[in-house]
């Protein structure tokens, strides 16, 4: 088993090392190259700053039973079809049950934004979303019987 971060953006690449680290699991964080990441302990990806190329990276890397750290719901879906189990920045687990919702809310936004006629502001990230992303990682490695 092993950890994917989708590090371009993400806001809890460092909380995740510490994570795999404190127990001893395996993590590869993937990035495009104008991010810049280094850690000792992770493995560190680099690939082109081409549209969603980490997520390429990712998919076709995971095997059943994996975790991928994502805010992306079409990464989220493809590894859910791999048998692996995705989990958002704010902690929120993709499921068979809630990825449909969530890519037909992205869709609308989308639609949304075309038009004009939606604009989202993203709220500052709190010590309470990091909180909440260690417990329901922890909590998604406990399940899986991974820790």
Known sequence: MK???????????????????????KIIVVKNFAHKIND????IVSVDIANDSADF???NHIN????????DYGLAA???AKGAYPINQNG???TQYNIDGM???RHIHKELRRAGKHHSKFKKRTNENDNK????????LEEKKII
């Open 3 to 25: 950890i994917f971060v989708d590090a371009d953006g993400c806001p809890v690449v460092d909380i995740a090392i510490e994570i795999a680290k404190e127990y001893d699991l």
């Open 40 to 43: 000792s302990y992770a493995k």
């Open 57 to 59: 990276y990712i998919v």
């Open 64 to 71: 059943k039973g994996d975790i991928v750290i994502t805010q």
């Open 78 to 80: 493809l590894s859910l």
């Open 92 to 94: 929120i687990v993709y």
């Open 103 to 105: 890519l037909n809310t």
């Open 133 to 140: 992303f260690k417990m329901s990682f922890k909590r998604l």
